[in-house]
């Protein structure tokens, strides 16, 4: 079997995980800082520095993959014809921009005093646009570029909250303060999370329509086949959400200890369904052609 099949859905893996804890982290602050205490905050920086090294580590790898993936042979991941081929395809452009993005991750708190600039935008626009210059999203030109900007940035707001929210589930059983955070955070959340909740949906059919190109081919290619997979996968997500929402949360404002753990069990469920939709979109975007 050719290593870089493997290999390159990995990668793509790596690259995920690391914009959304970036992209994640820095939205979630930015949507919920009100409710946050010092610990959380402190708590979001290490997400976003961890999420940047976990990206550019995936970054580092990408390109000697491609080639390796081009040449056919392990040997052409380091030949300086094919990376310098790789270079210039839309792969570098995407890889310069994550790239960017990641590193701006590191020094977020440093640029932001420093230079008095809204870094937390330009982080996530860089990390995002990375996916939208390549890759299958291009194939419609701007419009399914622009869906996929706005998919993932929707994504990021759901999916980023899940470690934090974790984090304050463990806490709130035993401090009283902890609790009271996760049920202020956890009642905002609930609004922001409907209204991400219904631009992804709503984006991502729109990307999926433009992508498939037909009804039919959801059922006959190996596409469409995964992409309905992801669906259900997501159908999943939305239900514990649900749950969350509509008994979970008010019972954690009631100030029930135990329906935080609840939540944080639901949560953990929430975390394993994202790494099982990311496996699957990683596999769509690097090993699966799409409809003709």
Known sequence: MDIWVLILPLVRVGLYVGMMLVNGSILYGLLL???????????????????????????????????????GDVASAFDAFYLRL???????????????????????????VKYHIPTEGLICLSITSAFAVHGHATTGGMVTSMLLVLHLACVAVWLGAFLPLHRLCRLATDDPAALQELAQTGKRFAHVGSVAVALLLVSGGALAAFLTGSVSAMVTTSYGLALLGKVVLVSGLLGLAALNRFRLVPAVDR??????????????????????????????????????
């Open 255 to 292: 100030g029930e200890r135990r329906a935080a753990a609840r939540l944080g069990l639901s949560v953990r469920l929430e975390m394993l369904g994202a790494l099982a939709i990311i496996l699957v979109t990683s596999l769509l975007t690097t090993s699966l052609t799409l409809p003709m």
């Open 33 to 71: 800082g009100n409710q946050m205490k010092a610990g959380s905050k402190a708590h979001l920086s290490d997400l976003i520095r961890a999420g940047a090294l976990v990206g550019l580590a995936a970054v580092v790898v990408q390109l000697p993959a491609s080639a390796g993936y081009l040449g």
């Open 86 to 112: 790789m270079l210039e395809t839309t792969l570098g452009w995407s890889s310069l921009l994550a790239a960017t993005g990641f590193i701006m991750a590191v020094w977020l708190p440093r640029l932001a």
